[in-house]
């Protein structure tokens, strides 16, 4: 991103670290996070306005702790020191780090000295932030002052007095510091002098010439498996290359109801999009027959997929690039330091190409989050049912419809799925959850239907609300929402008599039931 100001995050292992990036970025300011123990040199040569010293699990006066290169002290640009970041700033320039006192929780932060990074707070006001550390500083460098304290810290955020460099030992990047962004804000615009010129009409401009550069007159190929990112990527990389770019959807017969032709319509007819449809439903079904254990399914998915992508691929001879969706969370992964962040891991990609296939890899998103890469989709014209829709797993239904997978069991799915889906948008609920969907259970359940019994399927309704996915609640629903759902399935779709709703939060449990 070379026409934007930049921030730089150097990553000490925080859990916070993404979030730290997130509400630089909410400023419209590009930053990217690099491992903390960075070379001076190196990143003046990224030339940032700003540099973010992120938290850490670490102390510093653990063996091998990372460390930043104390020469960017020296670089003259204005450096913020997270909690971590603080106390390893304090501890290379000589002021006094206390091991061992932990404090987690809410505190309230009192400013005893004006600053920049507190500009439009009020010293008599106690402002509410959220500790998580083990280490503290009790006494700053010298030729740096104290400018925050808390009830249990004298020492709650300092600067230095003739370098702009700047510290706190709370972190302003989580939503239980309530005036968190105010903070960045204050360091990026206020300190740092940053433009927010980072958008996503941008980064597209910046992204096409990229492109353009990189795949010259190649032809280049695109999986798209209906889920945002493959679609958004594909969009981008159609903008810089028009006709260029060939997409390759794998019907794996696993899909949601009028998922391909709503592919078809978007890619082809709305997009304007080259596009190959495989139907390998049969091909995928086959694989499956007999197949109950869910990493048994996901393992014999992920292979035919590979073998029948390779195969299309092979038909679009000539084609040296291929795009893939990867996405900022996936890359930071790759390059943080060890500790929380590095642990915090996506689950494991059906779907994923093996690295040993002969394309070069076009990555148009590698450095946006999950909401900047609707944004981007947005300012691309793809539809809101696209690109505003909920997560899907590789794998499909195949680890919906728990236990044996077959056409009827799966027909049976999609038709509850499908009421479900479209009762939860018609009440306008589907952009509050997370994520939606019905599970077809391997048991059977004894009801009555008119005068007769009968002994039929069970559906189990699952919605969550979440962040990243990692951790889930379930979604309270309205009564009412419920109660159309379940006699609707009940009412029109053959072979279920009960349908029950999931009350399960994640941990202990996991989103999808396999
Ligand atoms: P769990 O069930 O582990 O799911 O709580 C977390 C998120 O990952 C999705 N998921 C998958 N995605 N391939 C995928 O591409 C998979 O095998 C897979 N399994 C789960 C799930 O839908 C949720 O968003």
Not at 46 to 52: D, F
Not at 203 to 214: K, T
Request: charged residues 25%; aromatic residues 8%; contains cysteine.
């Amino acid at each position: 991103m070379e026409t934007s100001d930049r921030i730089l995050i150097l990553d000490y292992g925080s859990q916070f670290t993404q979030l730290i990036a997130r509400r630089i970025r909410e400023q419209r300011v590009y930053c990217e996070i690099q491992p903390g123990t960075m070379k001076a040199d190196r990143i003046a040569a990224w030339k940032p306005k700003g540099i973010v010293l992120s938290g850490g699990p670490n102390s510093v006066y653990d063996p091998d702790v990372p460390l930043p290169d104390p020469g960017i002290f020296d670089l003259d640009i204005p450096i913020l020191g997270v909690c971590y970041g603080m106390q390893a700033i304090a501890h290379l320039c000589g002021g006094k780090v206390i091991h061992g006192i932990r404090e987690y929780g809410r505190a309230e932060l009192r400013i005893i000295k004006d600053d920049p990074l507190f500009a439009g707070f009020h010293r008599d006001e106690p402002i509410t932030v959220w500790a998580s550390h083990g280490d503290h500083v009790d006494e700053p460098p010298p030729g740096f002052t104290t400018i925050a304290v808390t009830e249990t810290l004298r020492v709650a955020g300092f600067r230095a007095n003739t370098r702009p460099i700047v510290c706190v030992q709370f972190h302003p990047e989580v939503a239980h510091t309530p005036r968190g962004d105010e903070v960045y804000s204050n360091f990026v615009f206020g300190i740092c002098g940053c433009e927010p010129t980072w958008t996503a009409g941008s980064f597209i401009n910046d992204s096409v010439a990229r492109i353009r550069q990189q795949v010259g007159n190649s032809q280049v190929i695109c999986g798209l498996s209906g889920g945002v990112d493959s679609s958004v990527a594909a969009a981008l990389v159609h903008r810089a290359i028009g006709d260029q770019l060939t997409c390759i959807f794998v019907d794996h017969g696993l899909l949601r109801q009028n998922e391909r032709e709503t592919v078809e319509r978007t890619f082809r007819q709305h997009l304007g999009i080259k596009l190959i449809v495989i139907d390998a439903a049969k091909q995928f079904l086959e694989k499956l027959q007999g197949i109950d254990e869910p990493e048994e399914k996901r393992r014999r998915i992920g292979e035919t997929f590979i073998r029948v992508f390779e195969q299309a691929s092979h038909q679009e001879q000539g084609a040296r690039f291929l795009v893939q969706g990867t996405l900022y969370p996936d890359v930071i992964e790759s390059i943080s330091v060890k500790g929380p962040s590095a642990t915090i891991k996506t689950h494991h990609n059906v779907g994923g190409l093996p690295k040993d296939m002969k394309f070069e890899l076009v990555e148009p998103l590698r450095e946006l989050f999950k909401d900047e890469v609707r944004n981007v989709g947005r300012e691309l014209a793809l539809p809101e049912e696209m690109v505003g829709r909920h997560p899907f797993p590789g794998p499909g239904l195949a680890i919906r419809v728990l236990g044996d997978v077959d056409e009827e069991r799966l027909h049976v799915l999609r038709k509850a799925d499908a009421i479900y889906l479209e009762e939860i948008r018609s009440a306008g609920l589907y952009d509050d959850i997370w994520q939606a969907f019905a599970v077809l259970l391997p048991v059977r359940s004894v009801g009555v239907m008119g005068d007769s019994r009968t002994y039929e399927n069970v559906v189990a309704l699952r919605a969550v609300t979440s962040r990243d996915g990692m951790t889930a609640d379930w979604y309270p629903f309205p009564h009412d929402v419920l109660a159309r759902v379940s006699s609707r399935i009940i009412n029109e779709v053959p072979g279920v008599n009960r349908v029950c709703y999931d009350i399960s939060s994640k941990p202990p449990a996991t989103i999808e039931w396999e």
